[in-house]
C-alpha cells in the first residue's frame, strides 16, 4: 500500500508555480502519493492563521509563493513553530534578483498571470467570508450561500474557510445559550444552514488545550464537561428547530465536513 502524505500548497496568486514544484518534487516517490491541495489568492494574515491551522491539522508539507515577507515569514514561523515541513518557492529567488539588481521587487501577486473570472469570484468568496467570520455581520448571514453554527471549537471558521476557497460565500454564527441569535438567521433557507456539534469529551481536550496554549489552567468553566454538555444540547434544540442539517465534527477531518455540506445543497448557489 501507498504511503499517502498532504502537501498544502499556499499562493497570493494562481497557486500554478507552487503546485508545479509540488508535483515536480513528489513524482520523484513513486512509491508515495501526494495529496496536493491549492489555496490561491491568500493575501491576508486572518485567511492565512485559518489555513495554517488546517495544515498543521494534516500534518501537511507546506509549499508557498508568497511575494508579501511578512506573510512568507508567518509561513516559515509557524512551520517552525509546529514542526511542519515548508519550502519558500519565491522569496530566495526574488533576493537573487533584487540583489542582482539592487533594488527592492514590486512585491504585487499574480503579475505572471493574467486575472480571469475564476479569480475574482474566488477572491470574492474569500473576502466575505473573512467579513463574516464569527458572526461580526449579521446582515451577512441572508447573502451566504452557506451558514455555519457551532458552539465555541467546533472548526467553524477552518470549514468556513476551506469552503471559502472553493469558491462559497461563507457566513459562520457562535451559538450557546447565553449568546443571542441574531434575527436574521430566521431569514436564511433552512437548507443553506449546517449545524455542527462534537463529543462532550472530544471539545473538554480541545478546550483544556486552548486554555493551556494561553498559559491559563486547562480546568476553567470554559472546559467544564457539564457546561459543554448544556451547550450542545442548546446547539441540538436549535438546529431541530431551525430544521437545518446537523454534523458531528468529533472525529470527521475538514475537508469530510465540506464535503458532506457540499453534497447537502439542493444546488450550488454561486454564480
Same mark, same amino acid.
Request: aromatic share 8%; proline share 5%.
Given at each position: 500500500?501507498?504511503?499517502? $502524505? ?9 497557486? &500554478? ?16 502519493? !501526494? ?8 493575501? @491576508?494574515?486572518?485567511? #492565512?492563521?485559518?489555513? #495554517? ?5 494534516? %500534518? ?14 508567518? +509561513? ?6 509546529? *514542526? ?6 519565491? &522569496? *530566495?529567488?526574488? %533576493? ?11 512585491? /504585487?501577486?499574480?503579475? +505572471? ?7 475574482? *469570484?474566488?477572491? !470574492? ?17 441572508? *447573502? ?5 453554527? =457551532? +458552539?465555541?471549537? @467546533? ?14 460565500? /461563507? ?25 455542527? @456539534?462534537?463529543? +462532550? ?13 494561553? =498559559? ?10 457539564? %457546561? ?9 434544540? #436549535? $438546529? ?9 465534527? !468529533? ?10 455540506? @457540499? ?7 454561486? #454564480?
Amino acid at each position: 500500500m501507498k504511503t499517502i $502524505y498532504n502537501v498544502f500548497v499556499i499562493s497570493d496568486s494562481s497557486g &500554478q508555480t507552487g503546485t508545479a514544484i509540488a508535483k515536480t518534487a513528489a513524482a520523484q516517490f513513486p512509491e508515495a502519493r !501526494a495529496n496536493i491541495s491549492q489555496y490561491p489568492f491568500i493575501r @491576508t494574515k486572518s485567511i #492565512l492563521s485559518g489555513i #495554517l491551522k488546517l495544515a498543521k491539522e494534516n %500534518n501537511a508539507i507546506i509549499f508557498h509563493t508568497l511575494v508579501n515577507p511578512e506573510l512568507s515569514d508567518m +509561513v516559515g514561523l509557524f512551520s517552525r513553530q509546529n *514542526k511542519l515541513y515548508s519550502f519558500d518557492c519565491i &522569496q *530566495k529567488p526574488i %533576493n537573487i534578483i533584487s540583489h542582482r539588481l539592487n533594488e527592492s521587487s514590486a512585491e /504585487v501577486p499574480g503579475l +505572471v498571470h493574467n486575472l480571469n473570472a475564476e479569480y475574482f *469570484k474566488r477572491i !470574492a468568496s474569500i473576502e466575505f467570508t473573512v467579513a463574516n467570520d464569527d458572526g461580526r455581520n449579521p446582515s451577512g448571514l441572508t *447573502k451566504a450561500d452557506i451558514v455555519i453554527l =457551532g +458552539v465555541s471549537r @467546533t472548526s467553524k471558521t477552518p470549514l468556513s474557510l476551506y469552503l471559502a476557497n472553493e469558491s462559497y460565500k /461563507v457566513a459562520n454564527l457562535p451559538i450557546g445559550p447565553d449568546l443571542q441569535l441574531p434575527k436574521e438567521i430566521w431569514e436564511v433557507d433552512p437548507k443553506k444552514i449546517f449545524g455542527l @456539534t462534537n463529543s +462532550v469529551t472530544k471539545l473538554k481536550q480541545i478546550r483544556s488545550q486552548r486554555m493551556k496554549e494561553y =498559559g491559563l489552567d486547562g480546568d476553567t468553566p470554559y472546559s467544564n464537561s457539564d %457546561n459543554i454538555k448544556k451547550e450542545l444540547d442548546y446547539a441540538k434544540n #436549535l $438546529y431541530h428547530k431551525i430544521d437545518c442539517l446537523s454534523i458531528n465534527v !468529533a472525529n470527521k477531518s475538514i475537508e469530510e465536513t465540506a464535503t458532506i455540506i @457540499t453534497e447537502s445543497l439542493p444546488k450550488r448557489t454561486i #454564480l
